[in-house]
């Protein structure tokens, strides 16, 4: 059987991204098989290459596992000859990325009206931290994302301070916007012909993912919030641990032998009550009027969560696991970092994937959670800075003679 090509085959993206959001997203499009060909400054490149190094001499885990599937060049755009050449990787790229700060690139001489003229087709994508308006020129970071976005303010527990949450959701989050942005814009110059202009700000992607949270704002209005455990509700959402604040109550609960991860989140929905009463050994609550219906169990929540601790506390949250998943009871087990690394399922779904790379050896990373039936993905090493020069620019239709040249005088 022939292999089919890959869904974006064929797609050119000039990646002028560092650190975490650009690189995010533009290694979900290398993925899905586009030519992710990432221009970085001569002798540096990005700085995550360099960040939080923990093998001397050799590109950081930081770097590694945001820029899987690319190619590297390198240009110094502050030359006449650089620009030159950036315009003509601009003539034959079908998308450019970037995540500078603002104004950044329209400073080097290039607004979206001097991008348009040289490729009428490019669409050119941006992340910046907040959208036009007051903040538009505030600099952002995760967590200052998660903050302005509504995500700080409602994670942790009541008497707690405002908590961030370990997933990126400031920077990957909106990386994983900006690719559904471009695949639309991508999609759209199908029948248009032309190319346009993408932007998404991480305040607004983190704010999309914290919708419900919105949601439950509006909900005060017209009183406490009865699916939350607080005891006092004031004019915002509080933050309320680790209840599910939706239509079905949810708590994690401790398991044996007690380490600080050795929990599972349960959901309590109506046809488990019974399952779950004679599992945990008290199944007169099935039939005990104070506990049998959602509505008697909704104002002791605690009460409840409680019961099923003592059960849990007695078992690894393994067994706790196949237990309820026998009586179709929806339950998860935090799993740490350690446990989902070396998670043999994780690695047989390809969800996290070992990579040879030439300096540091083999390392783990994230493999790809798009899964296409056509259009598989396999994980090939990051680049190393500039390897790709004599291939992509060769593209271009640079001998090795011009290259040697452009590299004697710092251009390349």
Not at 110 to 133: D, M, V
Request: charged content about 20%.
């Amino acid at each position: 059987m022939t292999e089919l090509p890959k869904a974006l085959a064929g797609v050119r993206v000039l990646d002028l991204t560092h650190v975490q959001s650009g690189p995010s997203a533009t290694q979900l499009l290398a993925w899905l098989g586009a030519d992710v060909i990432k221009l970085e400054a001569p002798g540096r490149g990005d700085i995550t290459r360099s960040q939080l190094r923990d093998v001397p001499g050799a590109d950081s885990l930081y770097f590694t596992m945001l820029n899987c599937n690319k190619r590297s060049i390198t240009l110094n755009m502050k030359t006449g000859q650089g620009k030159h050449i950036f315009e003509r990787l601009v003539a034959d790229s079908d998308i450019l990325v970037e995540n500078f700060g603002p104004g950044v690139v329209d400073r080097f001489g290039y607004p979206w009206e001097t991008l348009e003229a040289l490729n009428p087709r490019l669409i050119y994508a941006s992340i910046k931290g907040f959208g036009p308006g007051r903040y538009a020129d505030f600099k952002a970071y995760e967590v200052i994302a998660q903050a302005m976005g509504g995500s700080m303010a409602t994670t942790g527990f009541e008497e707690g301070p405002p908590t961030a949450t370990g997933a990126q959701i400031g920077d990957s989050g909106t990386g994983i916007h900006l690719v559904a942005a471009v695949l639309a814009a991508l999609y759209q110059r199908t029948a248009s012909g032309r190319g346009q202009r993408v932007q998404v700000a991480m305040q607004e992607a983190v704010l999309n993912l914290c919708r419900v949270k919105l949601r439950d704002q509006q909900r005060l209005v017209h009183g406490p919030l009865r699916e939350y455990p607080n005891e006092h509700f004031g004019d915002d959402v509080p933050r309320s641990g680790n209840a599910s604040g939706g239509g079905q109550p949810g708590w994690a609960v401790r398991c044996a032998p007690g380490g600080p991860n050795d929990y599972i989140y349960v959901i309590v929905q109506p046809q488990g009550w019974r399952p779950l009463t004679e599992l945990i050994g008290r199944p007169e609550l099935a039939e005990d009027e104070g506990w049998a219906t959602p509505e008697a169990r909704l104002p002791k929540l605690d009460k409840m969560f409680a019961l099923v601790e003592e059960w849990t506390e007695r078992h690894s949250k393994w067994e706790v696991m196949d237990a309820l998943n026998a009586h179709e009871i929806p339950c998860g087990p935090i799993l740490s970092t350690r446990e989902l690394i070396a998670d043999t399922t994780l690695a047989e779904l390809g969800a996290v994937v070992e990579v040879e790379h030439p300096e540091r050896g083999s390392f783990k990373t994230v493999g790809s959670p798009l899964r296409l039936s056509d259009s598989p993905v396999d994980i090939t090493r990051p680049p190393l800075l500039g390897e790709h020069n004599s291939e992509v620019y060769g593209e271009l239709g640079y001998t090795e003679q011009q290259l040697s040249g452009l590299r004697g005088i710092g251009v390349i």
